[in-house]
């Protein structure tokens, strides 16, 4: 390779080094938490946030998925969840949006040790969403599923 293009390739590496430290900020300041009231409660893994701006957000949660509406124990799943977060105020860790445009999150009643997330896996009233919980923590999240299976806890429990 002649040096000439060697050099002109190494300056617009830096060029886009330097545009990517530039946006990286920005990055990652929007996926930090931030807090909301839960003013609905959709079903067992979907609710309605109001933020401080008063703007609605649904919210799915990550990682997982609770039976859908008319299947068994929805509607357990679903009142477990009002009585997690419903009308409290809650940390929203955001981690994607759906192709339905809803906020994909991590949902953490405020001073609580676990996720609503967490709480409704170890109760067998949802299940891991292999396809989509990719992040690190879906190892400890794939535990809490067979755990719950092996307790036979919520929808694992034997007819």
């Known amino acids: ?4 293009l060697l050099l002109l390739r190494c300056a617009a590496l830096y060029v886009l080094l ?9 990055l990652t300041a929007q996926v930090h938490a931030w807090q909301a009231r839960v003013v609905h409660i959709a079903d067992g893994d979907t ?3 109001l933020r401080g701006d008063r703007q609605q957000v ?11 509406k008319g299947h068994p124990y929805s509607g357990k799943a679903t009142r477990a969840l009002a009585a997690m977060v419903g009308n409290t105020v809650v940390e929203l860790t ?3 949006v759906d192709h339905y445009g809803r906020l994909v999150a991590v949902v953490t009643p405020a001073g609580a040790q676990r996720s609503a997330n967490e ?7 949802a299940r891991v969403y292999r396809r989509h919980c990719t992040a690190d923590f879906c190892a400890r999240w794939l535990e809490l599923e067979a755990q719950a299976r092996a307790a ?6 034997r007819r």
């Open 1 to 4: 390779m002649p040096p000439s």
């Open 18 to 26: 330097l545009a990517a430290q530039a946006v990286l900020p920005t």
């Open 47 to 49: 609710v309605t946030v």
């Open 58 to 68: 649904r919210v799915r949660l990550y990682g997982i998925d609770a039976p859908e």
């Open 94 to 96: 955001p981690m994607d």
């Open 119 to 125: 709480q409704l896996l170890a109760l067998g009233l």
């Open 152 to 157: 036979q806890a919520g929808m694992w429990r």
